[in-house]
């Protein structure tokens, strides 16, 4: 159900902010800088079917829910896009993320090229940022720098990160292109970006 009692903070200005990325380009430590540094930001948490560990906060990582409820609010359209990794269910639920947007908030996703397409098809006002390494090489060394795989997986994760920013260049779903050479500087960009186009959209309602 809509709330259609106006809070003396709500605004106009709310946003969905898309971010994407392959594994090791800095995205998440890009998300939660741009989550810190706008006072509006608020982060997009998840529903997801995996077990919750000792160290999962409900609420605050995943809202964690059994895979008949899961199907069930995807059947009821309750969700704004959902993937399957590794046979565990991952959604964004959509009333929560509308109504941020509605109480003019920034509403920050943190989802794949396959995610962004379905949250595109839904809110195609969404702004999306996909962020790139400097080069192939220096995401390689940064995959071998997390020291958490060994070789094989290392390759296999390069892989995927080579495909995905394929697919992010040809999909035609992300608004800016954004290369992470310095993170304090990729953030600060980010940030920039996202007053920008707050500023255009405020100037065309006029």
Same mark, same amino acid.
């Given at each position: 159900?809509?709330?259609?009692?106006?809070?003396?903070?709500?605004?106009?200005?709310? *946003?969905?902010?898309?971010?994407?990325?392959? &594994?090791?380009?800095?995205?998440?430590?890009?998300?939660?800088?741009?989550?810190?540094?706008?006072?509006?930001?608020?982060?997009?948490?998840?529903?997801?079917?995996?077990?919750?560990?000792?160290?999962?906060?409900?609420?605050?990582? =995943?809202?964690?829910?059994?895979?008949?409820?899961?199907?069930?609010?995807?059947?009821?359209?309750?969700?704004?896009?959902?993937?399957?990794? =590794?046979?565990?269910? =991952?959604?964004?639920? !959509?009333?929560?993320?509308?109504?941020?947007?509605?109480?003019?908030?920034?509403?920050?996703?943190?989802?794949?090229?396959?995610?962004?397409?379905?949250?595109? &098809?839904? *809110?195609?006002?969404?702004?999306?940022?996909?962020?790139?390494?400097?080069?192939?090489?220096? *995401?390689?060394?940064?995959?071998?720098?997390?020291?958490?795989?060994?070789?094989? &997986?290392?390759?296999?994760?390069?892989?995927?990160?080579?495909?995905?920013?394929?697919?992010?260049?040809?999909?035609?779903? =992300?608004?800016?292109?954004?290369?992470?050479?310095?993170?304090?500087?990729?953030?600060?960009?980010?940030?920039? *970006?996202?007053?920008?186009?707050?500023?255009? !959209?405020?100037?065309?309602?006029?």
């Amino acid at each position: 159900m809509t709330d259609t009692h106006r809070l003396a903070t709500d605004t106009d200005d709310g *946003l969905v902010l898309i971010i994407s990325g392959p &594994s090791g380009v800095g995205k998440t430590t890009i998300t939660r800088g741009v989550e810190r540094t706008i006072p509006d930001a608020v982060f997009s948490v998840s529903a997801t079917t995996r077990p919750k560990t000792s160290a999962d906060v409900e609420g605050v990582d =995943y809202h964690f829910v059994d895979d008949a409820t899961f199907e069930a609010m995807k059947q009821n359209d309750e969700f704004l896009e959902t993937a399957d990794i =590794y046979g565990k269910k =991952y959604g964004t639920p !959509r009333a929560w993320v509308e109504e941020q947007q509605r109480r003019g908030r920034l509403v920050i996703l943190e989802i794949d090229v396959e995610g962004a397409k379905q949250v595109k &098809s839904k *809110l195609p006002e969404a702004f999306s940022l996909f962020i790139l390494p400097p080069t192939e090489d220096v *995401l390689l060394e940064r995959l071998r720098g997390r020291k958490r795989d060994d070789a094989a &997986s290392i390759e296999k994760r390069f892989a995927a990160a080579r495909e995905e920013i394929a697919t992010a260049r040809a999909c035609g779903v =992300y608004d800016v292109f954004l290369v992470n050479n310095k993170l304090d500087e990729s953030i600060a960009r980010a940030v920039e *970006l996202v007053k920008s186009e707050r500023a255009r !959209r405020r100037a065309k309602r006029g």
